[in-house]
C-alpha cells in the first residue's frame, strides 16, 4: 500500500522568503506520479507540481519547484519568493500509474503555510 | 484539461436523510474518483467510480452507504445515505489529466449532518 506523510503541520514563512514543505512516500510501485495540491480555506483543490518517477529533473512550475530525491523516497516542495497568498493548506499526494489502481491519489496529512508580512 | 462541477455546493440535512452529490465534467473520462475530506484532515479516497461497471470501494466504505452511479463518461452521482453528524465533510470529486499530468478536482460540496 502506498503511504504519503507529511511530518510538518504548520510553518511559518516570512513574505518574500523561501519555505521548504517536506513530503516522504513509500510505495513498492516502478511507475508512480508526486503531486503537491493548495487548498486555500475556500476549499478548492489548486494544481501545484508534478513529478514522475521516471523523470530525471526535478519538477518546476513558476516559484514552485520540487527536490525530488528517488533514493530517499522524498519530494519536498519549494516555493520561493513566499506572498501573502500562499498562506493555505498543501497537500503531497501520491497517484498510482500502473495496474488497476491507475489514477488513484492518495494524500498526506497536509502542512498549513501561514505567510507574514 | 477537464472543468469539474459540483451540486450541491454545500448542504445542512438532517441525521437518517440521504443526500445525492452530482459531479459533471466538461469532456469525457475514463475514470472519475470520490474524496471524503473530514474537519481538518486529509482527503480519503472512498471509491473509483468507471462507466458501465460497478464502482470499486476503498476499506472503509460500502456500497449501501455511498452508492455511486456512473451513466456516462461525464456524469457521477454519489449518495451519502442514512446520515450520521460524522458523515459531515468536504465530498470532492476528480477524475481527467491535464497537459502538466495534473488531476482535476470539482469545487467540492461542503456536508453538514445535524
Known amino acids: 500500500a502506498q503511504k504519503i506523510t507529511q511530518t510538518q503541520p504548520g510553518m511559518f514563512v516570512q513574505e518574500k522568503e523561501a519555505v521548504t514543505l517536506d513530503c516522504t512516500y513509500d510505495?513498492?510501485?516502478?511507475?508512480?506520479?508526486l503531486f503537491w495540491y493548495k487548498q486555500p480555506s475556500s476549499g478548492e483543490m489548486i494544481f501545484l507540481i508534478y513529478?514522475?518517477?521516471?523523470?530525471?529533473q526535478n519538477a518546476t512550475e513558476g516559484r514552485y519547484s520540487l527536490n525530488f530525491q528517488k533514493a530517499r523516497k522524498s519530494a519536498n516542495l519549494v516555493i520561493s519568493a513566499s506572498q501573502l497568498g500562499d498562506s493555505a493548506m498543501y497537500f503531497c499526494?501520491?497517484?498510482?500509474?500502473?495496474?488497476?489502481?491507475?489514477?488513484?491519489?492518495?494524500f498526506g496529512q497536509g502542512t498549513i503555510l501561514t505567510v507574514h508580512p | 484539461s477537464a472543468v469539474i462541477s459540483q451540486k450541491p455546493s454545500r448542504d445542512i440535512c438532517q441525521r437518517g436523510t440521504s443526500l445525492t452529490i452530482q459531479c459533471q465534467v466538461d469532456?469525457?473520462?475514463?475514470?472519475m474518483f470520490w474524496y471524503r475530506q473530514q474537519p481538518g484532515q486529509s482527503l480519503t479516497l472512498i471509491a473509483t467510480?468507471?462507466?458501465?461497471?460497478?464502482?470499486?470501494?476503498e476499506s472503509g466504505f460500502v456500497i449501501d452507504k455511498f452508492p455511486i452511479s456512473r451513466p456516462n463518461l461525464t456524469f457521477s452521482t454519489l449518495t451519502v445515505s442514512n446520515m450520521s453528524p460524522e458523515d459531515s465533510s468536504i465530498y470532492l470529486c476528480?477524475?481527467?489529466?491535464?497537459?502538466?499530468?495534473?488531476?482535476?478536482f470539482g469545487p467540492g460540496t461542503r456536508l453538514t449532518v445535524l
Open positions: 513529478q514522475g518517477s521516471y523523470d530525471e
Open positions: 499526494a501520491m497517484r498510482e500509474e500502473e495496474g488497476t489502481s491507475y489514477g488513484k491519489l492518495t
Open positions: 476528480s477524475g481527467g489529466q491535464g497537459p502538466y499530468n495534473e488531476q482535476f
Open positions: 469532456s469525457q473520462v475514463t475514470m
Open positions: 510505495t513498492s510501485d516502478q511507475s508512480y506520479g
Open positions: 467510480a468507471n462507466q458501465g461497471s460497478e464502482a470499486t470501494y
